[in-house]
């Protein structure tokens, strides 16, 4: 399948941050249905940029901070293709 992102949007694939184990020795015992509060921020790899992007300096293959509840989950065809819009891109990580 090929996909373009059009009006603004990129179309990134979003990475999820491992969890470091430091305190692998301290118990604490939660409920079993706890989930650990996620950042209101990720990280993504830059997959696709639509043309009538404004963004300076961020291209493709490029890693960038999104804000999550910005982050669209499109399933088309037993695929996910995510996209942010440009304004949400808070910048380029280099490396």
Known sequence: MKFSPKNRH????PQEQEESKESENL???VPTDYEKP??????????SIAKDCNIVGVGVGDTVVIE??????????????????ENYVYGRIDK
């Open 68 to 85: 999550r509840r910005m982050l669209h989950n499109l399933e088309i065809e037993g695929k996910n293709i995510y996209l942010v819009l």
């Open 27 to 29: 118990k604490i015992l």
């Open 38 to 47: 996620k950042s209101p921020y990720l990280t993504a790899n830059v997959l």
């Open 10 to 13: 990129l179309w990134v694939l």
